[in-house]
């Protein structure tokens, strides 16, 4: 079982920064696949990015490439995304999702989820 709380989202102006933050309890250190989701009103849940626990390999959608960075503190059991660059077309809520397993895009296949934390950019 895992349970994840994520926090850092805020409101910022174009071309500013954040870094989201996901804590997690329970065992992620071995394959299981941690990934940051957004969705914002009126849109599907899109994946932004993923990070496989088991080898560290990262995953980006192309609308974050260059600008966001996934990282984890295993150490602290802590999921990061760093997003800079940001534009007004990435505000929306942002949640952290883990499953068991390999890293995919789809969120249906992902068992457990933080609450969310909202970004918002203005232009």
């Known amino acids: 079982q895992v349970q994840l709380v994520d926090s850092g989202g805020g409101s910022v102006q174009a071309g500013g920064s954040l870094r989201l933050s996901c804590s997690a309890s329970?065992?992620?250190?071995?394959?299981?696949?941690m990934g940051w989701f957004r969705q914002a009103p009126g849109k599907e849940r899109e994946g932004v990015a993923a990070?496989?626990?088991?080898?560290?390999?990262?995953y980006y959608a192309d609308s974050v490439k260059g600008r966001f960075t996934i990282s984890h503190d295993y150490a602290k059991n802590t999921l990061y995304l760093q997003m800079n660059g940001l534009k007004p077309e990435d505000t929306a809520m942002y949640y952290c999702?883990?499953?068991?397993?390999?890293?995919?895009?789809?969120?249906?296949?992902?068992?457990?989820w933080g609450q969310g934390t909202q970004v918002t950019v203005s232009s």
């Open positions: 990070f496989y626990t088991s080898g560290g390999s990262t």
């Open positions: 329970g065992s992620t250190y071995r394959d299981v696949c």
């Open positions: 999702a883990a499953r068991h397993g390999g890293c995919t895009h789809f969120a249906k296949e992902y068992n457990y």
